[in-house]
């Protein structure tokens, strides 16, 4: 999980424009996959790129076209060519380090930045993942990061071929795609908020660092989701003000469905960062409470037995006159002060309830 | 109490409007209860769902209908085809994690969806149940997850017939309803102030770990109020903007009150978190208080004692040529000094206000 | 001093305009004052209630109406009869929960719900009534819920007839209530403020437990004056605003000024808010600084003589074979070792800056 | 410095337009200075004030007049009468705890209140005076609590006559005082901000309680400040947006100026405070640390020798039949056994990191 | 790095349009350098300020002149007067704590105040230099602080004369300057955030001072560039929203481009600021879990050995009649029952978690 994207130096004042990958190193070599579909029927294709062609022809069939990798600049200069895209546009796929937006370009081209964040089982940790959908009248392109397509579920969709998805214009498509990483967002919130609430049952019975460490962790992935979802929320509300993209009818109360649950997740991550704060004041708490017994406890032993070693030391000095030490009951006189002062002490330190 | 609704991984990217359960599980058959009413007369009946005739006739009655179970997506598809439901808004009756809204439908139907928060006696927790609201010209169908009706109090009232709740329409029924849920979060708000009031005593008198555990748990069902009932007060602006649903103007003063009621019950949220981060750090602040006065007691008693018994194991020395332990007045000397030290220390330190 | 009202469960759900009184158990019988004046005159009454009569006359007097005492439906509603008034403002009137708001009633009546807060010295506590207004063309009501009558001030001012106060219309006795609960407020937040600055001396001298719970009862205070207060701003800017009411031009600079003071005193009771908070982190961070300083003195005294006592422990021993025991000046070097090892010891960690 | 202005219990419910001096007891004659000025020339007097004569003459000269000192009643009257000045207005004059805002009146006039925020070298602390402006077509009359005229700058470039300061019209004086007070508070903040620069240096070296005192009082000057400039920052935006005063169009670029820089000091009065909070959250944490090096020191020296102290004490017993004792090398095989018991707790402790 | 300028109490109430520099002291003398170019080439020159001649001719070239070093307020003055700039605009250049604003001038001119953010590897710190653009239809003036020239990355662009650079107007030119701001920005943030994940690292391992004065020091450069960054966003706001200056067509998608970096910077500032107070809370916790496992082990031997040594204090005493000294396996005994007290207490505290 990295947060923060970081511009390297040399990269300050470059011509905007310029095709440069910024990103993660990736070792794999970019793939296309392509579906086109009509109501009726779909064909799947791992297509080759087409050497700078005309964008799909309005032949009454919707393209979705999935590039993974964007890490290969000569690639998507050349899809950019194909579909006649601004070199801003291009660049913004290639920096993987954008904040989520949504922009009408030309043509009746819309363009969404996105971030989709998952939990990577392998790694242990949370992962971000840009999404870039470009979409026209009769295609939709998205562009992602890694090689595993996270448009699978919607190419499912299309190959079952129930419900509006094949009939609903490419709009549809694109927001089946937000709600699919909206999805995805929503179990990652899920699984923070069981380790939260499995936190909650070690506070109870034996909070120690590693409980700390934890909340930390956890505080630290829901910051994480914050900033990648809280832009997500703005986007949505573009999209529906029909201030971007153009949506069939169809998809409107899908649209308005995503939206709802973005707000919920949102909320959720508000309420689950105020509960670890919680958390956290609790285990200070607790583990303050804990040291205070602890520290009563010693004052309790050292209060009684410092005075009664002091009386044990004096009776055992080498002084010559000491007439009691001579007398015939002296010892066992000694042995009931000591008895005395230590119960006096304790009894009256008790009553001053200072342990 | 469960702050955080858990998406299954399995559940990323299915088709919207597929008819799904998610919630709870619940071991009961869903069960209908439908009442008909005009000015003057009412009629019950614990029907059957009649099989996809068309919705109820402009007879001049008023049907309530409520639907206790929301888990059997069959009935829920039935109960569609009856009142002509998109799938969407089955989709949403079905899923129990919605966050609370207010849509407008077509022909004239208006749709809410509620969340109510109340105090389990029997878990001894705070549940939350979602109620959807769907109603129409002549009719209110509510859908709730419990076996447990909440629109008793309703029922109860229309039975009585007093005041306009039989006259007013449709929308004075789902006031009625928006109503008697803040009631009952009002209620446990009511409870959970109380609990925070007996804690205060016990702050004044004894804090002790449990007391924190306490204050974490109120804090967290705070939270999960407030979680609950920020969106409901949006709710209900848009429905007192006119935006969704229509009104009688019998109902305008009723709903103005609802939304008067649940801002303060906003408020009180607000103040009672705040009181109770107030009470955590005066809790933590009084445990310090307490066991700096622990430390400063064992201080007093070991500064004191400490050079003593170093004392008294000097004059224990075995050493041969020790000149005081053979005069006369040796010992009573060793005790003078023992006591002009100790007094003098504790003296000279109280002056340092150490202890 | 009791931030939240609790509802009763057993209200839940129980029908709007249902006539009952909520709120604290009063024991005076409700009584009721009238005074009618023109720009010339004053009439006072202690009146008995008209037996439903109109409302009064428009003959050219303006008539305030107090009532004190809202703790009897019967009366309100006889009240409410007089004056026509609606059962949901009846309602608001007998439920002493309310969150202050304006509203504009039919028949040019408008109608406030009014927070007043004052310190009671007999309960050594702050305490909060409501205050209902309602003002038509010629007349003003004001229902209180205890005995003193919160309008005196207003009164003694219609008897010197000084200024506008008589010709000025109802707005204006309406603004000139709204002051005095305002200037009631001011001067309780004064007595806040005026114990927090004698914090900061005690803080300066001898923080100890109480001055710990003398900061959480003011905030506490602080939070119940925030949460009365805010509301009344919003009602302020309702009136302000045209939105609420009808005042006559007088009027106009008048309600300015008490909107500004309303401004004033909600922007204090933030800022002492800070304050206070600001007042713990010092005592908690004293009360640290001061553990510590004990801590460090435990920790030189103990360091230097636990080893010395170990020393005395083993020259104590009853070995045979223990030949420095018989040295000639064995004892002086025991003594001369000793004092070594605890300068040494004193000098080498006072370096070290551990004590 | 009195963050809080305490309005007197008797206060409550006073008429408003009553004159009555709230504010500071003064103990000196309330002076009135006056200038007037044309582009080409400029006549000072330190005048009496006029029996109730009619405002400036619009003779092409600009006034301004300043009153130092506001606690004569009598004396606001006066000029009340020669300005026309409504009751209300007055009243805002004399009470010195006013918020700061800006009004329209009637006849072409102008009203703000100011508060300048200054730091009195003789008191050590920072001072607030309220400051009333009142301008029309041809002159400015500034209120001002004590006995040092804020004017004085304003009045030495009227003198110099140079820039835009004789000929912009009275607007252009008052924005001139507004720039005047905002360099004021300016450099008070900057004082405060030079103090938290050297706070941090103490940090560094030897934070003591002297250094939170400082940090709580800092913290208490920026919440005044807060509580004066936010409200000006109000002012500002009303004057900017034309809702108040007329400003010639040679006034405008200044004011935008000044408005930008209040922004400036309200932004940099947010961040010197999140700095005190993070200096204050280190100061606590530093002393945290180095008690606990203070307390581990201790366990290392308490848990090395309070063993070899028993050991001691067990060999200075006096039982008969102690064979050690009288073995040839008991003595060196106890020393021996001491040793390797103290070097093994050590080794073994500080493997296992605790001291 | 100094986060708040300080203004001298002398400054106050001076005249606006005063030309004199606020601001560091700096050691060079300031130096011009321009460059101006048409589509096809691009000329230098390293020119001496002319004599106050006319602003550049409309003959097809756009001029990009920098001045470097703004603390020679009449080279100042004489840019003015070559510029037509008014007195307030040249005061904005040379006082360098202005707050970062936009602003339309007469004369189709724009002017820009903005905060360049750096981190000086010399200094060690982050540095905040203030930079002025003021540009009309065919030149862009920037006057810098320092001597090192901001708009080198620019001019190399030029040089180039790759993309749009040389045609888009002097618009673009400013826009590619903010781009360059906003990279060195977000290079900076990189290098805290780096720094600040290396720190989690450290607090896994070993937490101790130099961590905490760190985290501060994080956090204050946070808040400097929170400071810096706020106002910049609302600088873009204005440009974007065509209020201040033209902008070609050509420069908007640039312009969106530079917006949306902005807003992700502040973002991730703010992200970056709440994970830093988290890490602090980890910091105090984790310490306070080490003091607290010192504490108890200490707790655990004292409370052993106390009550042995006791013991052996007692059997040490010098009395007559003390009959188990001469048993004959009372040695024997008395180490038996010191083990057992040993032990028994070892368990039974144990039990009681005591440590």
Redesign the interface.
Known sequence: MR???????E????????LVYVGQDRDFHPTLSSISFTAGEVTEACCELPDSGPPPPDDGRVHLINIMGVHEPELIRRVGEWFRL???VL??ILDT???P?A?ELDDGQAFLVLKSVDFSAEKGQLIEEQVCVLWGPNYVLTFQESAANLC???I??LR?G????RTAGPGYIVI?LL??IM??A??T???I??EAEELEDEL?ENP??DT??V??RL??EI??L??AL??MQEVLTQLSGDEVGEFSEASE??M??VR??T??VV??VK??H??LT??????????????????????G???I??????L???????????P?????????A??GI?TAVGVGMAVY?AKRK??
Chains 1, 2, 3, 4, 5 share one sequence.
């Open positions: 947060a923060f994207h970081r511009r390297k130096p990269s300050v004042g470059q011509s905007p424009g310029l601004s070199p801003l660049e913004d380090s954008q904040r937006k922009e699978e579920p919607i499912a969709r079952r129930k419900g509006r998805i089946a709600d699919s999805d995805r929503s179990v919130l899920g699984k908020a069981a109870a120690d660092e700390l460490r909340i930390y505080k630290r910051l994480f914050r900033n809280s832009p109360g899908y308005r469905d709802d649950h707000a919920k909320d959720e309420t689950l105020d509960l919680a958390m956290l004041e609790l285990h200070i708490s607790l583990a303050g409470m804990r040291m205070n017994r602890t520290i009563k406890f010693l004052t032993v050292a209060t037995f410092i005075p009664l070693t002091f044990a030391g004096v009776w055992g000095m080498n002084f010559k006159g000491m009691e030490l001579d007398w015939e009951y002296g010892y066992l000694a042995l000591m330190f200072l342990f």
